[in-house]
């Protein structure tokens, strides 16, 4: 099936630096895909370049959005017009924020801020958009959604808050949800029924849900697919369970290693936790692989290149040349052997 | 503001009425004793202006008018008088201090409400002009004007629209306040009224546009930056739409404090530019009661404004309250 959004080589450039580079992605409708990587690997930069609402100083250099819409035509937004991309924009594609705390208006009640929306993409009059509001904030399990449409952010907790952000997402049935860290800041149990409730829509409204997350418990649970990002480029791409079975890249492995594991009894006084030495820093004016200075496995050919992304499985890409020849190696010695 | 809120506000205002009635006697207290170090009183300044007043005259004058009383007694007696809801009687005027007050009152408050609506409108639009050129030749121009504004002094700035709008292109009238025997009735009245009141309140507004244009410049650029603007981006709406419902609205609730702080203000520049064109308002009585002594009127525009100072401020705080819902009228 053709993807709902394909995303070729995508680099966004500030004047002094490029914090994602060449970056390509796919989200097929219906599909859950975690972009996974630590703070500054550029994850949050592509989630707001897909809605075209990249800070001032930030622009896309280069690559294409495809994006295919209710109709089937598949537009460029990396190209569109402000007015065009403006339809997209909570109608197709909509986005849910890390905070829940500030992406909220503080002085419009947040019924109005749901109903905006809903009158902007499908023009109902101000009385059906606060009804419809009453209903989508039903949906996203709001208790008594009529009297807390009349309640201002602050009256809310952050998960209630989350949960009308998501109601606003929603509210037009969008093709694509786009959810940047959207548990973060908020109380482990409460995470969870946020995911869930964003599970259930991805079902529910069939759209494809792109995750944006450093928790890998958050992955496991609920991608089908992840992209693990480090210092602006994508390094593995593969299902989840593939990811969590056989992960490939050095970089993915070491994340593995150092998530802490409660089933494996691990525990800090039983030992320290595993850490992938050094820090991301070090990926800045690297020539060839961006992970080098921090692997363990690395070669005279990753610093002299950076790595291409090879197919080593379908739909499993890792930009390693070192696990790639290896894992090429293993393949032929197995068909020799059998 | 939600329909639970009002009862709330009832009662707010009900406690701010209660609290106001100790600091205005307080502030009239004070203003007797301070009236008292200036030299001279009423009877004084009368037989100074007539010219040949005797000893016996002007003990006479003082007698009537009870400033021959120690101060103790004659603060007293007005504020046995303030209990009894008078103000006084004038010995200048001959007439009760409360009518005067009331002559000139309408005037004052409707050439303070010219201005202050100019202020806003003026300077809500250029600081957002101001806001959404940040940094580019429109918002530099607007700066310098704004800067002008601020620092030219009002009553230079009335006399350069007289200059300009009355005498040069004869479009409105120089002072006063309507014209005199026209004998206008209705929308014409209104009309003649409005034509006086354009230039003295604009320069009486210069001054608090250039506040308002620079503060609510400020606050876009504060607000613009803020998580909430990038949702409403995200929902689709128009660069419009998100200034007027996600910056503009947020950006205004400091504007409006100033404002509540500056309507005071207001009512001492309209001494000057009630002087500069002839308008016949409290800032001009207020003057007069000053040279010519006259206390009782003095007390009585100074427990005005006190009063006025005190509704203002009850008033604004329910405003902030409507515009920001996480203030609560406490």
Redesign the interface.
Known sequence: MAPLIDVRDLSIAFPRATPVRGLSLTVAAGETVALVGESGSGKSLTALALMRLLPDAARIASGEILFRGRDGAVTDLAGLDDRALRRVRGRDIAMVFQEPMTSLNPVLSVGQQVAEVVRLHEGLSRRAAFARAVELLDLVRIPEPRRRAGDYPHELSGGMRQRVMIAIAVACAPRLLIADEPTTALDVTIQAQVLDLLDALRRDLSMGLLLITHDLGVVAEWADRVAVMYAGRKVEDAPFETLFGAPLHPYTRGLLAASPRLDAGQHYSAGALAEIAGSIASAAGEEGCAFAPRCPNARALCRAAVPALDAVAPGHLVACPVTTSEAQREARHALAVG | M?MRRLPRILKAVRRTALQAVPTVIGILILNFFLLRLTPGDAADALAGEAGAATVETLAALKSKFGLDLPVAEQLGGYLWNLAHFSLGVSPRYNQPVAELIGARLPNTLSLMGLALVFALLIGITLGALMATFAGRPTDRVLSVLALLFYSIPSFWIGLMLIVLFSVKLGWLPTGGAETIGANLTGWDAVLDRARYQILPALSLALFYVAIYARLTRDDMIEVRT???V?????????PFAVTR??VL??AL?PVTTMAGIHLAGLMGGAVVVETVFSWPGLGRLAYEAVMGRDFHVLLGILLLSSLLVVAVNAAIDILQAW????IEVR
């Open positions: 939600t803020q998580d909430h990038r949702t409403a981006r995200a929902k689709g709406l128009s419902d996600h609205r947020n609730i515009l920001d819902p996480r």
